[in-house]
């Protein structure tokens, strides 16, 4: 069965810092996708970043970046350069392909940014 | 181009009533799914839509049900609600229409049903 761990329930950081959250799945898919997504307070899911498990390198979006160790099935979001508007909720997710298309996510961290 | 739109942002209902919640995919987008979140369970998939077909369901009893129509907007109804169906409900929408892992979802930002 597919499952995301996030072993981190809360994180601080000071403005300006990098932080990495940590993410950890597992799958017998071969072919899978894995995002990270953001929830501020409105409770809207902000998509973030995407690694799919056949790409070479490791995915960036702006301040974003994922590591990604495949060995090691972890996907670790790293936020450089933080700034206050990144405290939120942060979750991990993952999908397969064909008809294993959900979503499975994390329990989710939560990241408060201090000035 | 205007984002996923959910409707109503608030719900308050009581045990034994029923309730339906709608969703606006973004223009062009034939694919809706719609997710639990609760603190306790945390987000769980409930059922997505494509092209008015249920094309894959979770793990949620008979009283939980959804639809989509020709204009892809989707709409969620829960039947004999139970005080454990107090959640956020969550509807994303995508575009790509092959089975793609990468395929992007981009959510709305819910409706908070509070059951009493």
């Known amino acids: 069965a597919q499952k995301i761990t996030q072993t981190q329930p809360g994180m601080f950081v000071q403005e300006k810092e990098a932080v990495t959250l940590d993410c950890t799945y597992d799958t017998s898919d071969p072919s899978y996708g894995l995002f990270w997504y953001k929830q501020p307070s409105s409770g809207e899911m902000i998509f973030l970043i995407y690694?799919?498990?056949?790409d070479q390198q490791n995915a960036t979006e702006g301040r974003y970046s994922l590591n990604f160790q495949k060995a090691r099935k972890s996907a670790n979001l790293v936020i450089s350069a933080s700034q206050l508007g990144d405290s939120a909720m942060y979750f991990c997710a993952m999908r397969g392909a064909g008809n294993n298309r959900k979503l499975i996510w994390g329990l989710g961290t939560s990241l408060a940014v201090n000035p | 181009k205007a984002g996923v739109t959910q409707t109503p942002r608030y719900l308050i209902k009581t045990r034994g009533q029923q309730v339906t919640l709608s969703c606006s995919p973004i223009?062009?987008?034939?694919?809706v799914s719609w997710y639990q979140q609760t603190p306790g369970q945390g987000l769980q998939f409930l059922f997505e839509y494509f092209s008015e077909t249920q094309r894959n369901k979770g793990n949620f009893p008979g009283r939980f049900s959804g639809r989509q129509f020709s204009n892809s907007r989707s709409e969620m109804n829960v039947s004999t609600l139970e005080l454990g169906d107090s959640a956020l409900y969550l509807c994303a929408s995508s575009g790509l229409e092959r089975d793609r892992a990468n395929e992007k979802l981009f959510f709305g930002s819910g409706t908070q049903l509070s059951v009493l």
């Open positions: 223009s062009g987008h034939r694919s």
């Open positions: 690694q799919g498990s056949y």
